[in-house]
């Protein structure tokens, strides 16, 4: 045996996984308690406010935002099931369609932003203001950080799936179920922000 | 799990499908909102729909589905510590003793310190 | 020690180059290497800390006297003629608490011993992720210079307890810098968890199953799903506290704060106890991450040290696999003080008189393996002995203040100082010097001296009781924590404070006898007596690689053919039957 760290590609046969995969979703779990811990705090926040604002938010905007976040989902796992058929042209297809998505999302949060601070409505204005930057500040640093990993699958990071392509494709995968979770704090984020 | 074309492609079909059933929860959960509902039904029936979208993402798109033991028990861990961190601080607050002090927060123009 | 100079690697690869000084030493990603730099930063850590509480015991033993030798150098704003300043006393305070903590205990117990050992016992030829080792390495060395640095600006470094409670946390200077650094530190310890994780369940080598496990893999398991999940929402309340300090946010700040007589302009609406249950959701199960390492670390030493198997390891691993469950539910005995009703503080006691069966499990287990047993009482084994009743004088103490109506005395006193430190000095700390001393002999195939030992053992030993034990004299009297002269001004602690003079003088001559540990550790790794690969005559698997091992750490891969604590088997040629050799 050498230096090399078995179950990078193949699944290790009592546990069934690879390293990758029981890493990301140890890592989700760990992201779970960060949103977790911030919901928390909105539910300890509103019950100690006397009123809890409405309609400061723009649903309409939100809505659409959680419609481009829910497509990015499925070019996402498109762009993970056309490697699993072989099909590399596809999966650039669908991996730039879900960066693009993204970047869609992130300048629609740019306009919400902005068209707060202009009226004055930062996070030191009330606590709700306070937890809604929060909440979608945080979510939108993940959206970033994701962008930066498919960036880096779309370019430099390309180039294993010739040397490697099970390692490629495991990446993908790992990138995929990192991005159905941003996918899933958005899902839960939107009703509680701006309809309740 | 997948290793044959044919399954893929069912899959894909699927992938296809659940993004449409999310499209159509996301609508109904915005329609709901316009009903106004009292405060703890709404809260209900949001959740209800969010939990709804939120299962089909994890169960679908992150195929679990079909996970393996270990993948199921740290998330079982992390589904009970979240239930923890989201219950236990805000009955600590419910139940508490003597008479809680109301103060009215300062007028605050813009919110500086 | 040169950890790629053994002569241990196989030629699978053609990427056997020679790696320049700068990977080899600094930026490796050979655990071995990584676990060495986390050794020896937490352990200058260790000390730097402990040099903070030196002086502040000198202002506890007597208050407004001029600091001794270095009092001069500290500066207008700290130490005016060498007499502390309160808010030097608070930094010395709050920064004692973190570093201690965040930057001394946890990397070496978890970092360090988990790092090295850890592979090695499983027989893997590294950790899962190498590259993201090295990465939790380096930002916890940023988090730690970031507190460092924190001591210079103005204002001087954090001053809120380590505990850092709002409002006074959000208005109080030093805070932002020991924020910030903690952000580091908990990213550190999030990516050393996960990495921790796969590596025990996916790399373990052949024939080794679960219950074959040596307990110390057990601990660093159940210690790693801990950091996991009860450190990201200390990471989250850090921000938010961030946000109140640098953009004005209410999150914790209530409304009608008055600070000098004036009213703070905020929105206001916040909860100063949001933070602390935050803050306790992650720094309950953050005690058990300072101790599980520890017991890990006793029990491989007992049952090496008295040639029998451990009793109980079934008992062992379903306890420490309980105790890490239960370390969720248990934060708010920390709180019993804020006005919790008497429901919740029903539920939070209930729990916390559940936890304390399996520590009791694992003490009596640990105790119950020296019936009978064949005692080597070599340095190593010293300490780990000493371990035992340790734990035992800070569990129990623990049992009153788990208790709301006698917590209600003693909350916020010197008894619960007293408490904590038992577990953790003489009890976690000495069970980390007994792994040095164990395993010292594979990281540099040289054993320490001891002699040296010796006195390093009995010295502190004498010296820590001496520092610990008033301290429960001095809280059941009601003397307060956190005052900078011990709280002088209280006519019940008149009695109390003559205290501090014998516990400053045993703690500084708890400093001087670390000097014979400081100078056999470095002194042995040139002079020490050589050893070959298992100089304890020990079973676990790491004692098949050289010493030290080389890169990818077994010539080829182990397998494991019995349990890890198979010594004096019936029958057996030795008294000890090795889990990697097939015959007994």
Redesign the interface.
């Known amino acids: 045996?050498?230096?090399?760290?078995?179950?990078i590609v193949e699944e290790?046969p009592d546990?069934?996984?690879t390293?990758g995969?029981?890493?990301i979703?140890?890592?989700l779990?760990?992201?779970?308690?960060?949103?977790?811990?911030?919901?928390?705090?909105y539910?300890?926040?509103r019950?100690?406010?006397?009123e809890w604002p409405h309609g400061e938010l723009n649903?309409w905007l939100g809505?659409a935002n959680?419609?481009i976040l829910?497509?990015s989902?499925?070019t996402?796992?498109?762009a993970w099931?056309s490697l699993?058929?072989g099909d590399f042209g596809k999966h650039r297809l669908y991996l730039l369609g879900t960066f693009l998505l993204s970047a869609a999302f992130l300048v629609n949060k740019y306009f919400e932003y902005s068209s707060h601070w202009t009226r004055?409505e930062?996070?030191?204005?009330?606590?709700f203001l306070?937890?809604y930057f929060?909440l979608t500040g945080?979510h939108g640093l993940h959206i970033l950080g994701g962008m930066i990993v498919m960036a880096y699958f779309l370019g430099p990071g390309a180039k294993l799936y010739t040397k490697n392509p099970g390692q490629f494709t495991n990446r993908i995968e790992y990138t995929?179920?990192y991005w159905?979770?941003v996918?899933?704090v958005w899902?839960?984020l939107?009703?509680?922000l701006y309809?309740? | 799990m997948h290793s044959d074309q044919e399954s893929i492609k069912k899959t894909i079909r699927a992938y296809w499908m659940i993004g449409a059933a999310l499209f159509m929860f996301t609508a109904i959960t915005v329609a709901v909102n316009q009903v106004h509902l009292a405060v703890p039904m709404a809260i209900t029936v949001a959740l209800i729909i969010a939990i709804t979208k939120g299962s089909m993402v994890a169960s679908v798109f992150m195929h679990l589905s079909h996970e393996r033991k270990w993948i199921y028990g740290a998330l079982i861990l992390t589904v009970i510590g979240f239930i923890v961190l989201m219950t236990v601080p805000m009955f600590t607050m419910m139940d508490h003793i003597g008479t809680p002090i109301r103060v009215a927060a300062p007028a605050v123009e813009h919110g500086g310190h | 020690m040169h950890p790629g100079g053994g002569p241990a690697h196989a030629h699978g690869h053609d990427d056997h180059h020679e790696l320049g000084f700068w990977r080899k030493y600094v930026f490796s990603i050979d655990h071995k290497v990584i676990g060495i730099q986390y050794t020896i930063t937490g352990l200058l850590f260790l000390l730097f800390g402990f040099t903070l509480m030196m002086i502040m015991r000198w202002q506890l033993a007597y208050p407004g006297r001029p600091i001794p030798l270095i009092g001069m150098w500290l500066g207008q704003d700290r130490a005016p003629m060498g007499i502390m300043l309160p808010e030097f006393y608070n930094q010395l305070g709050a920064m004692h608490g973190t570093i201690m903590v965040f930057m001394g205990v946890v990397p070496l117990a978890v970092g360090g011993f988990g790092n090295f050992v850890m592979p090695l016992q499983i027989g893997a030829p590294d950790m899962a992720f190498p590259k993201l080792n090295m990465v939790s390495y380096w930002v916890y060395f940023l988090g730690g210079m970031t507190m460092l640095a924190s001591f210079f600006p103005k204002g001087g470094a954090a001053q809120s307890g380590w505990t850092s409670y709002p409002p006074l946390a959000v208005i109080a200077p030093g805070q932002t810098m020991w924020l910030i650094g903690m952000v580091f530190l908990i990213t550190s310890s999030l990516l050393g968890s996960v990495n921790f994780i796969v590596t025990i369940v996916q790399l373990r080598t052949k024939g080794l199953s679960w219950m074959r496990l040596p307990f110390f893999v057990w601990a660093q398991l159940v210690t790693a799903f801990l950091l996991l999940l009860a450190f990201p929402p200390l990471e989250a309340a850090g921000v938010l506290q961030l946000m109140d300090r640098l953009a004005g946010t209410s999150f914790f700040m209530p409304s009608g704060l008055v600070i000098s007589g004036k009213p703070m302009l905020i929105a206001g609406n916040g909860n100063p106890l949001l933070w602390q249950h935050l803050f306790w959701f992650l720094a309950h199960p953050e005690v058990y991450v300072l101790i599980l390492p520890a017991m890990g670390i006793v029990a491989e030493i007992i049952a090496n040290n008295t040639r029998k198997p451990l009793w109980g390891y079934k008992a062992l691993v379903y306890s420490v696999s309980f105790l890490g469950f239960m370390s969720f539910v248990v934060w708010a005995h920390h709180m019993y003080m804020t006005g919790m009703g008497t429901t919740m503080s029903a539920f939070f006691q209930t729990t916390t008189m559940i936890i304390s069966v399996p520590s009791v499990v694992i003490l009596t287990a640990l105790l119950l393996s020296l019936w009978g047993a064949s005692i080597r009482f070599n340095t190593p084994m010293l300490f780990a002995l000493a371990f035992l009743p340790m734990f035992g004088i800070g569990g129990l103490t623990g049992l009153p203040l788990g208790l709301a109506p006698s917590d209600i005395h003693l909350h916020d006193t010197y008894y619960v100082i007293g408490h904590f430190h038992y577990v953790v000095a003489p009890g976690t700390i000495f069970a980390l010097f007994a792994g040095v001393y164990y395993w010292f002999p594979k990281a540099t195939g040289r054993k320490m001296n001891e002699m040296l030992g010796a006195i390093h053992f009995w010295g502190s030993f004498i010296c820590i009781n001496i520092v610990f034990m008033p301290m429960f004299i001095q809280g059941l009297g009601g003397m307060n924590r956190r005052m900078y002269d011990g709280g002088m001004q209280y006519a019940h602690n008149k009695e109390l404070l003559k205290y501090n003079v014998i516990i400053g003088m045993a703690a500084w001559t708890l400093g001087l006898v670390q000097i014979p540990f400081i100078i056999n550790f470095f002194a042995s790794m040139k002079w020490g007596k050589v050893v070959d690969k298992n100089p304890w005559q020990a079973t676990t698997l790491e004692w098949l690689a050289p010493s030290p091992p080389g890169h990818g750490n077994f010539v080829t891969a182990p397998v494991v053919y019995r349990g890890p604590y198979e010594y004096s088997v019936p029958g057996a040629a030795t008294d000890f039957s090795p889990s990697f050799e097939e015959k007994a």
């Open positions: 045996m050498s230096m090399e760290i078995p179950y290790r546990t069934g996984l390293n995969k029981l890493g979703w140890l890592f779990a760990s992201e779970v308690m960060l949103f977790g811990a911030l919901f928390s705090t539910i300890i926040l019950m100690g406010a006397p649903v809505m959680t419609f829910i497509a989902s499925v996402m796992v498109m099931a699993k058929l004055g930062l996070p030191s204005h009330s606590t306070a937890i929060t945080l995929g179920l159905h979770f996918d899933l899902i839960f939107f009703p509680v309809l309740l």
